[in-house]
C-alpha cells in the first residue's frame, strides 16, 4: 500500500480547526470587529430555531422524540432498505467512537483530508496510512474517506465506493447534502460500509451538536450501544427534527449558497488565487503567498483556514451576505 | 470477593430508565394529563434559561466558552489542586467511557446501584462483580460507587473512600450537590479517583446534556482526547457557566427540595410506606403491594420509578409545586 506521508508528524496533539474566534481575536487586537470567520465549511446562514418546548431542556430526552428525529433524518437522507441511522451529538462523536469498536487494524485514509480521522484511527492503536487515492487503499481492513473531501471537494463516485472489499468501509459524507442524491452511498448502502451525515455544516448550527451515522442494523447496534442513552440533547432533537424535514429551507439554502460560491470565485480569481476546488460551503484556493494573504486578511479582521503543512492552499468559508462579500473584497483588494 | 448477584442476568440489553412518559401513555391511555412524572431524580424546578446567544446554536462550541464554563464547575465543585475537570454531553458519556479506557480488569461496584456503571464495564469486557459493601471490594482493579447512593442514599464517608487501593476508584456524585461539601471527595481527592457529577439533576435540566468528570491531570487529558472537540453543545456551555456561578439559586433550591421531600416522605408514610431512605431529590419506599401501588398511580397519571428485581420497592422524585403534592395526596389515599 503506497503511503503517502502527508499528516503532520505528531498526530496525538490535539489538532487545530477553524472557527476558534477568541483566539485570533488575541493574536490580532487590533482586527475591526465583528470577524468574520470564513475558517469553516458551516452554512453562515443558519436554519431558524423557533420557539423550543422547555421540557426539551428539563427533562431526559424521550425515546419518542429520538424516533421522530431518526424518522426525519431517515427520510432526509434517503436510508435504503438493508441500512438504519443512529443520531450523536455531532459527527465528531462518531468518528471518536469508530476506531474503538474495530479490533487493530490496518487503516487507509484517503488524503490530505479532515485531519481527526488519522487521530482518532491512531489514538486507538491502528496502523493508518494515509494514500492519494481508492487504488492505494488496496489490502486495507478499514478504508476512511470523506467524499465530497474536505477542503479539496474530490468526489469519488458512489459505484467506485461500493467496490470497496475492505471490511469497513467509513464516509464521512459531511458535505454531501447540497449534490445530486446519487452522490451519497445511503440509497444503496454496501454491507461493509458506514456513512456519517453533520447536521450543524449544512444547516449552519454546529453549536447544536447533532450528527448521524447510517450503517447495517448491526453496527448500528454497537454504536447505539457505545453511545448510550440520551446521547442527543433534547433541544437537538426538536431542532434537527424540524430542520430535516423542512425541504423548501434547504433547497433556498442550496441556490443562495451556489451563487454565494460562484461569487467568492470570483473574487478569489481577481485577487490572485487559483481555486483548486472545493464544495458550495469551502472553496480551496492556492496562492504563492498564501500565509501573507491569510495574515492581511486577519488584520481586516477575516478569518481563512491555513494548512501547516500546505503552506500555498488556503481554504475559504462563504461571507453570509453582502455586507460580508464587501469587506472581504475590500480586504483582497489591499493585498 | 463476595459476589451478590443482585443485578438482572441480561445485563447486555439496554436497562429501563425513568422519565420516559410517551411509553407509559400508551400503556395507561386512560390517566389523566398532565403526567406527574416522579420517576427519576431530577430536580423538578428547573433553572431558568434565559436568553441564549445566537452564535451559541450556530457556531462551534469555543475553547474559551468551555474553558469558562470549566472555571465556573471548579469553582462550584470545590475542584482541590491535583484534579482537574473536563466536560461530557451528560456523566452517562463518561459512564459509557470510562471502562473503555481501562486494561481487562476486575470491576467491583457497591450495589444495588444505577445499572449503566454494570452494563458499561461488562459491555467491554471487564469482569464485574456487585457487592453489597466497601470491604467486599477488596482486591479489585477498579472500584464504582454512586455516592450517595441511588437509590438508596447511602453515604459512604470520604475518609473511607480515601483508603481504597484499587488502580480506579469512580466515585458517581450524580446526588452529593445538597449535602454538606466534605461528603465529596473533589475537594482532596485520592490519585487513583475520578468523580463524577452530573449538572441535569441538580438544575433541573436533563435535556441539556452536561455532566463533568474530576480526576488527577493524567486521567483527565485521556477523557478529554476520547471526548474529541466541541463534546458539549454551544447552548449547555452558556447554561451550565451561568447557572453553576449562581450560589443563591442553589440555595434556595436546596431549602425548598430539604422542605419538600420531607413533606413527600409524610405523604408515604400516612399511605403505608416505609422510607427506607434516598437524597433530598427521590426518596426510596418500600411497600408490600408495591407494584400495585405504582400502578394505582399511573392511573392517576403519575409515574413512579419500579426496580423489576426488586418488586417490593419503589423510588419517588419530588412534586414540582403544591398542585402536584395534592394530585400524589388523593391518588395515594385512593390505593
Known sequence: MADVPIMTAAAEKPIEHGGDLEALGHRYPQAPRPWIDLSTGIN?????????????????????????????????????????????????????????????????ILGRTYAEHALCWRREGHEVSVVADLAATEGADVVVLVNPDNPTGRLVPADALRA??????????????????????????????VILRSFGKTYGLAGVRLGFAIAAPTLVQRLRGALGPWAVSGPALEIGRQALADDAWLDAAGRRLSTHSERLDTLL?????????????????????????ADALARHGIHVRRFADRPTLLRFG?????EGFARLASALQDL
Chains 1, 2 share one sequence.
Not at 472489499?165 to 458535505?175: H, N, P, R, Y
Open 318 to 322: 462563504l461571507p453570509a451576505n453582502d
Open 44 to 108: 453562515p446562514v443558519p436554519y431558524p430555531i423557533g420557539i423550543l418546548p422547555a421540557e426539551g431542556w428539563s427533562r431526559l430526552p424521550s425515546r419518542a422524540a429520538e424516533e421522530a428525529l431518526l424518522a426525519a433524518a431517515a427520510r432526509r437522507y434517503r436510508v435504503g432498505s438493508g441500512a438504519t441511522i443512529v443520531a450523536a451529538p455531532g459527527t465528531q462523536a462518531l468518528i471518536q467512537l469508530l476506531p474503538r469498536l474495530q479490533p487493530r487494524s490496518r487503516v487507509a
Open 269 to 293: 480569481k481577481a485577487a490572485g488565487c487559483r481555486v483548486l476546488g472545493g464544495t458550495i460551503l469551502f472553496r480551496l484556493a492556492e496562492h504563492g503567498e498564501a500565509s501573507r494573504v
Open 164 to 193: 470497496v472489499k475492505a471490511a469497513l468501509l467509513v464516509v464521512d459524507e459531511a458535505f454531501v447534502d447540497f449534490l445530486p442524491a446519487q452522490a451519497s452511498l445511503a440509497g444503496a448502502l454496501p454491507g461493509n460500509a
